[in-house]
């Protein structure tokens, strides 16, 4: 199985997830998005791939949002993925595409679905446990 995970390794949440990927015997192709962006059209892809609202994939916290007034509606689509080509700190992480999908993993146990193996137990950096399904 192939996987891809948009990363950042500053966020707690995209560790957890990278590191549950890897527990399941997967070593995924890991794009440093604040590095290597996703292109407009990549980024696109993810989102209809995920099924979710462009507005959806962007990162409030520790962000320009505010600075950038993204909490209003008038923003369109095409102006939304210009501010996060323009800034990708604005793209919510980490995004996880594998042959069964793509999807957001917030929280990161969403990546199980998206695996072929078990994670099997798993703690997480904060100390929660999740338990093989």
Same mark, same amino acid.
């Given at each position: 199985?192939?996987?891809?995970?948009?990363?950042?390794?500053?966020?707690?949440?995209?560790?957890?997830?990278?590191?549950?990927?890897?527990?399941?015997?997967?070593?995924?192709?890991? &794009?440093?998005?604040?590095?290597?962006?996703?292109?407009?059209? #990549?980024?696109? @892809?993810? =989102?209809?791939?995920?099924?979710?609202?462009?507005?959806?994939?962007?990162?409030?916290?520790?962000?320009?949002?505010?600075?950038?007034?993204?909490?209003?509606?008038?923003?369109?689509?095409?102006?939304?993925?210009?501010?996060?080509?323009?800034?990708?700190?604005?793209?919510?992480?980490? &995004?996880?595409?594998?042959?069964?999908?793509?999807?957001?993993? #917030?929280?990161? @146990?969403? =990546?199980?679905?998206?695996?072929?193996?078990?994670?099997?137990?798993?703690?997480?950096?904060?100390?929660?446990?999740?338990?093989?399904?």
């Amino acid at each position: 199985m192939t996987v891809t995970i948009y990363h950042n390794p500053d966020c707690g949440t995209s560790r957890n997830t990278l590191a549950m990927i890897r527990q399941s015997g997967v070593e995924p192709a890991v &794009i440093e998005y604040l590095k290597t962006p996703p292109s407009r059209e #990549r980024l696109k @892809e993810l =989102v209809a791939a995920m099924g979710i609202p462009v507005r959806a994939l962007l990162r409030e916290k520790g962000t320009p949002y505010k600075e950038l007034g993204l909490g209003d509606p008038r923003w369109s689509d095409d102006e939304l993925l210009d501010f996060m080509l323009a800034h990708p700190i604005l793209i919510n992480r980490p &995004i996880v595409a594998t042959s069964k999908g793509v999807r957001l993993c #917030r929280p990161s @146990e969403a =990546v199980i679905d998206l695996l072929d193996n078990s994670v099997g137990r798993f703690v997480k950096e904060d100390g929660e446990v999740i338990e093989p399904r």
